[in-house]
């Protein structure tokens, strides 16, 4: 028998302590790199919320599967008014793909 009896426990611990600061330091990540572009993406989105408001960009049905209301997705936040629109569900799952 090669396997110790009695150690399988105490890997599975490790194992998932691991993952779990892993996550941890994932997320610290996520959110000093979100930071970064929080200033750009609020100020592309306030662009965006204006030109709508005022008629200069029309506000279109998702791109994917044509459902209203659609939410504009930057692809450059440097470009507010160049947006693709997509229902929340795409966009979520657009943004989803994104980040992984
Ligand atoms: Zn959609
Ligand atoms: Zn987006």
Redesign the pocket.
């Known amino acids: 028998m090669p396997y110790r009896t009695g150690t399988w426990g105490d890997q599975a611990k490790h194992r998932s302590e691991g993952r779990k600061s892993y996550f941890a330091e994932y997320q610290r990540q996520w959110r000093l790199r979100n930071a970064e572009h929080w200033e750009e993406r609020h100020a592309a989105r306030r662009i965006l919320g204006r030109a709508v408001a005022n008629g200069s960009i029309k506000r279109m049905p998702c791109e994917n599967c044509g459902s209203q209301p659609a ?1 504009g ?2 692809r450059d936040y440097s470009k507010p008014l160049e947006v693709v629109w997509l229902c929340k569900r795409h ?1 979520l799952r ?2 989803r793909s994104l980040s992984s």
Do not use: A, I, P, R
């Open positions: 939410q997705h930057h966009h657009l943004h």
